[in-house]
């Protein structure tokens, strides 16, 4: 069922938006029943450089048929009538969404928790749920409002997991060296729990930069908050880093093949600026 | 984690609890206490969201649930004929209608408490995020204003404060605590100098 759903968004793509692109090169496996996806966040301004970043995702997908999107937060900057919803998201990412790639987004501070109606982001009326393609289990966390209620529902929702993959997504970065620096407050209720459930990968949005971390606690952390806004010259160097990028718009493109998660983070002119491959902690072990 | 959580809480609301002792005023002096007064002050508290609650079903009934939909138009006449019905329904509302003079003395004292406590890096965390607090005054049926974002709640003061059911959250704006109507995206009340200067995100 996956590879049909596959087989119609490659399909859909190479013949919608993407006509008049020529499609990029990319280094990513493509094996087999792989789960193959898109990381975006803070992508909601319906500026210039969020339909040049779209369209580059949709050069991509060309070569690399992923089937679904996972967004970080920030999904819609400022007013949200539903003619923003239009421009901010709809109409950027219209060939994607034309070619049945199916959006999951998670809410950042900019978005009115009503966004979970929308049915395009796939909350289903919820500010936080769980969902699962192939092995991998996906956590949607409401970073924002972090109450007792949905501490308990993460909890039993990883401790019940039995995906080889856990990967919670979020606004907030546990991590980072930006400006605003890491959310403390949310790292000391969220970080325990993914330790204990032996959460492998985490992505996260909030930061308008691409880093990419040294495993803390044995975690890889992903900030991906640049598929729209940028801060130009706002990551550090640091021994938190292993690799980032803050001269242009980014966003990240995932494979999960087996025991191997492999990436490609590529910027709004089509260049990759960071790639590689991380092992499932289970296995690294 | 949450034990540890529940003990803070609880050490926070026994000095809270000294707050509302003194809050309510020295002629009860004389007399020993059968309960503890901030209990008193939380079920109260705890009774006047009921009756919000109460006083909002009606109106959600007659709107109707929301099931997710492609149609944005749909999301924002839901929000915005909920949110009319609302403030429509509570004309009369005044701030401290639920946050009263009690409980504001409570969650004041506990909330300055909590951020006495905060660790050097938390207290940074939350004044480097200053620049992302909504900058406006905030009214009882007042609808948020949707060009402002709904500033992250502290994480780890959210599991102190009273529960509150799916329809309200907490929110901060600039010092205000604010009881915010979720779906129909309406201030429902707001206590000032909640917030100590220098916090949250």
Same mark, same amino acid.
């Given at each position: 069922?996956?590879?049909?759903?596959?087989?119609?968004?490659?399909?859909?793509?190479?013949?919608?938006?993407?006509?008049?692109?020529?499609?990029? $090169?990319?280094?990513?496996?493509? &094996?087999? +029943?792989? @789960? #193959? =996806?898109? /990381?975006?966040?803070?992508?909601?301004?319906?500026?210039?450089?969020?339909?040049?970043?779209?369209?580059?995702?949709?050069?991509?997908?060309?070569?690399?048929?992923?089937?679904?999107?996972?967004?970080?937060?920030?999904?819609?900057?400022?007013?949200?009538?539903?003619?923003?919803?239009?421009?901010?998201?709809?109409?950027?990412?219209?060939?994607?969404?034309?070619?049945?790639?199916?959006?999951?987004?998670?809410?950042?501070?900019?978005?009115?928790?009503?966004?979970?109606?929308?049915?395009?982001?796939?909350?289903?009326? $919820?500010?936080?749920?769980?969902? &699962?393609? +192939?092995? @991998? #289990? =996906?956590? /949607?966390?409401?970073?924002?409002?972090?109450?007792?209620?949905?501490?308990?529902?993460?909890?039993?929702?990883?401790?019940?997991?039995?995906?080889?993959?856990?990967?919670?997504?979020?606004?907030?970065?546990?991590?980072?060296?930006?400006?605003?620096?890491?959310?403390?407050?949310?790292?000391?209720?969220?970080?325990?729990?993914?330790?204990?459930?032996?959460?492998?990968?985490?992505?996260?949005?909030?930061?308008?930069?691409?880093?990419?971390?040294?495993?803390?606690?044995?975690?890889?952390?992903?900030?991906?908050?640049?598929?729209?806004?940028?801060?130009?010259?706002?990551?550090?160097?640091?021994?938190?880093?292993?690799?980032?990028?803050?001269?242009?718009?980014?966003?990240?493109?995932?494979?999960?093949?087996?025991?191997?998660?492999?990436?490609?983070?590529?910027?709004?002119?089509?260049?990759?600026?960071?790639?590689?491959?991380?092992?499932?902690?289970?296995?690294?072990? | 984690?949450?034990?540890?959580?529940?003990?803070?809480?609880?050490?926070?609301?026994?000095?809270?609890?000294?707050?509302?002792?003194?809050?309510?005023?020295?002629?009860?002096?004389?007399?020993?206490?059968?309960?503890?007064?901030?209990?008193?002050?939380?079920?109260?508290?705890?009774?006047?969201?009921?009756?919000?609650?109460?006083?909002?079903?009606?109106?959600?009934?007659?709107?109707?649930?929301?099931?997710?939909?492609?149609?944005?138009?749909?999301?924002?006449?839901?929000?915005?004929?909920?949110?009319?019905?609302?403030?429509?329904?509570?004309?009369?509302?005044?701030?401290?209608?639920?946050?009263?003079?009690?409980?504001?003395?409570?969650?004041?004292?506990?909330?300055?408490?909590?951020?006495?406590?905060?660790?050097?890096?938390?207290?940074?965390?939350?004044?480097?995020?200053?620049?992302?607090?909504?900058?406006?005054?905030?009214?009882?049926?007042?609808?948020?204003?949707?060009?402002?974002?709904?500033?992250?709640?502290?994480?780890?003061?959210?599991?102190?404060?009273?529960?509150?059911?799916?329809?309200?959250?907490?929110?901060?704006?600039?010092?205000?605590?604010?009881?915010?109507?979720?779906?129909?995206?309406?201030?429902?009340?707001?206590?000032?100098?909640?917030?100590?200067?220098?916090?949250?995100?």
């Amino acid at each position: 069922m996956i590879s049909l759903t596959r087989l119609y968004a490659a399909t859909a793509l190479a013949t919608l938006g993407a006509a008049t692109l020529p499609a990029q $090169q990319v280094t990513l496996p493509l &094996k087999n +029943g792989s @789960v #193959r =996806f898109l /990381v975006l966040g803070d992508a909601g301004t319906g500026d210039r450089e969020q339909f040049e970043v779209a369209n580059q995702m949709v050069r991509y997908a060309q070569r690399f048929p992923f089937t679904f999107a996972i967004m970080l937060g920030d999904n819609l900057y400022g007013s949200e009538r539903p003619q923003d919803f239009d421009k901010k998201f709809m109409r950027p990412y219209k060939a994607l969404l034309d070619g049945g790639i199916e959006f999951n987004a998670a809410l950042g501070n900019h978005d009115d928790p009503n966004q979970r109606y929308f049915k395009p982001f796939h909350l289903d009326g $919820q500010r936080y749920r769980t969902f &699962k393609k +192939g092995n @991998v #289990r =996906f956590f /949607v966390i409401d970073s924002n409002y972090l109450d007792p209620e949905q501490l308990k529902w993460l909890e039993k929702e990883l401790s019940q997991s039995g995906s080889d993959w856990k990967i919670p997504y979020f606004h907030h970065p546990l991590y980072t060296t930006a400006r605003r620096g890491p959310e403390v407050e949310v790292r000391a209720v969220l970080e325990p729990l993914f330790v204990k459930y032996g959460v492998d990968v985490v992505f996260v949005g909030h930061e308008h930069i691409y880093e990419r971390l040294q495993p803390q606690k044995g975690i890889y952390y992903f900030t991906v908050g640049g598929a729209a806004k940028l801060r130009k010259g706002d990551t550090h160097p640091s021994p938190l880093i292993a690799a980032r990028f803050d001269r242009d718009r980014s966003f990240l493109l995932a494979e999960i093949a087996g025991d191997s998660l492999y990436f490609e983070t590529v910027s709004r002119t089509g260049a990759v600026v960071d790639k590689g491959v991380l092992g499932r902690r289970e296995v690294r072990k | 984690m949450l034990r540890t959580l529940d003990f803070r809480r609880a050490a926070l609301l026994c000095a809270a609890g000294l707050a509302v002792a003194l809050a309510s005023g020295c002629k009860e002096k004389s007399k020993q206490p059968e309960a503890n007064p901030t209990n008193a002050v939380f079920d109260d508290f705890a009774k006047r969201v009921d009756a919000y609650v109460k006083l909002r079903k009606p109106l959600t009934d007659s709107i109707g649930d929301l099931d997710p939909t492609k149609s944005q138009a749909e999301i924002t006449t839901r929000a915005t004929s909920l949110a009319n019905a609302i403030i429509a329904a509570r004309a009369q509302a005044k701030p401290g209608d639920i946050f009263t003079p009690e409980i504001a003395t409570v969650l004041a004292t506990l909330i300055k408490q909590e951020y006495s406590r905060r660790s050097e890096p938390v207290q940074e965390t939350r004044e480097d995020q200053q620049d992302e607090l909504p900058d406006f005054v905030p009214h009882v049926n007042q609808v948020y204003p949707t060009t402002y974002p709904l500033a992250t709640f502290p994480a780890t003061l959210l599991p102190l404060l009273p529960p509150l059911p799916d329809a309200l959250e907490y929110r901060v704006v600039q010092h205000y605590l604010v009881l915010r109507d979720v779906e129909a995206n309406v201030i429902i009340d707001f206590m000032p100098n909640a917030i100590p200067t220098g916090g949250p995100a």
